[in-house]
């Protein structure tokens, strides 16, 4: 059984430039989640799609967000990118609820120059 | 306000010692809680699940609503559980971490 698939690993943009990342979630799972991961904030929820809305978004600005298609792949896109946004973003999937665990993707580490 | 706190940054103990790491939360309604583990160069994975009350790699933990407690324990430390170990809250189909304790075992 496949696990969470992010892509790409790895990202180095400029500030000011904008970036899609990718999430396909394991087979079956209809919930897929966004965390960013930092040295100093830690893990920090970015949003929560299933059935393609959003039904919940943590405390970050506009220019995160996000989407999710009718196969349960999620993209979340960042916009007008700054220095701060550098961090390994993480997508999780889960049966409904999460009742039963999240399952984490490697991570995509942005890098913003 | 929903919060989980890992009063440790780092743990080191030596092999075959007990381990606990502590996490503690605030939650006014029944928590949901989880223990993450992940390991050098790898992905975050569960380890456990306060409802299930299981026992993985040797590890259990018990929710203590009194204390407001989840802490993890391991009676015998092993080399292998060198990890960074992270106490989560399930609030409204999200998760709430704490910082992080990172746990070192010396040979």
């Given at each position: 059984k496949a696990g969470v698939t992010q892509t790409p690993r790895y990202l180095i943009k400029t500030r000011g430039q904008?970036?899609?990342l990718s999430c396909s979630p394991i087979s079956g799972h209809r919930s897929v989640s966004w965390y960013q991961q930092t040295p100093g904030q830690g893990l920090q929820f970015l949003f929560e799609y299933f059935s393609e809305t959003q039904r919940?978004?943590?405390?970050?600005?506009?220019?995160?967000?996000?989407?999710?298609?009718?196969?349960?792949?999620?993209?979340?896109?960042?916009?007008?990118?700054?220095?701060g946004d550098s961090a390994l973003y993480?997508?999780?999937?889960?049966?409904?609820?999460?009742?039963?665990?999240?399952?984490?993707?490697?991570?995509?580490?942005?890098?913003?120059v | 306000a929903?919060?989980?706190?890992?009063?440790?940054?780092?743990?080191?103990?030596?092999?075959?010692?007990?381990?606990?790491?502590?996490?503690?939360?605030?939650?006014s309604g029944s928590p949901e809680l989880f223990w993450y583990v992940q390991y050098s160069r790898?992905?975050?994975?569960?380890?456990?699940?306060?409802?299930?009350?299981?026992?993985?790699?040797?590890f259990t933990a018990d929710l203590n609503?009194?204390?407001?407690?989840f802490h993890l324990k391991k009676p015998f430390a092993q080399e292998e559980d060198s990890a960074m170990y992270y106490c989560a809250l399930k609030y409204t189909d999200k998760l709430i971490f704490g910082t992080g304790t990172r746990l070192q075992v010396f040979p």
């Open positions: 904008q970036v899609t919940n978004k943590g405390n970050f600005p506009g220019r995160f967000s996000g989407r999710q298609f009718s196969n349960s792949r999620s993209e979340m896109n960042v916009s007008t990118l700054e220095l993480l997508c999780a999937s889960s049966l409904v609820g999460g009742d039963y665990g999240y399952t984490f993707g490697s991570g995509t580490r942005l890098t913003v | 929903q919060r989980v706190t890992q009063p440790e940054k780092l743990l080191s103990v030596f092999k075959g010692a007990p381990v606990e790491l502590k996490c503690n939360y605030s939650y790898q992905r975050l994975q569960l380890l456990l699940r306060h409802i299930s009350r299981e026992s993985i790699k040797g609503k009194g204390e407001t407690s």
